[in-house]
C-alpha cells in the first residue's frame, strides 16, 4: 500500500511510502511494516539521486 510518510528532507513534501504488511510466524495478531520504497512527490529522488540515497540511508538505517 502506499501511503503518505515524513517530510522530504530536500523540500518538506510528505514523501509517498510503498509499505508492506509482515505477519509474524507466531501470530496472526502481529504487524510489522516494511517499507520497500520511498519517493518524493515532487521528484526529488529523481533530481538529486546521489544525495537521495545517502540520506534515506542514514535516516532509515533499518529498512
Ligand atoms: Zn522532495
Sequence with gaps: ???HGAPC???RTPLLENVYQVRSQQSDFTQREKVIDRRCPAGCNKTRSDQWNDVMRALYPDD
Design 1 to 3: 500500500m502506499i501511503r
Design 9 to 11: 528532507p530536500f523540500c
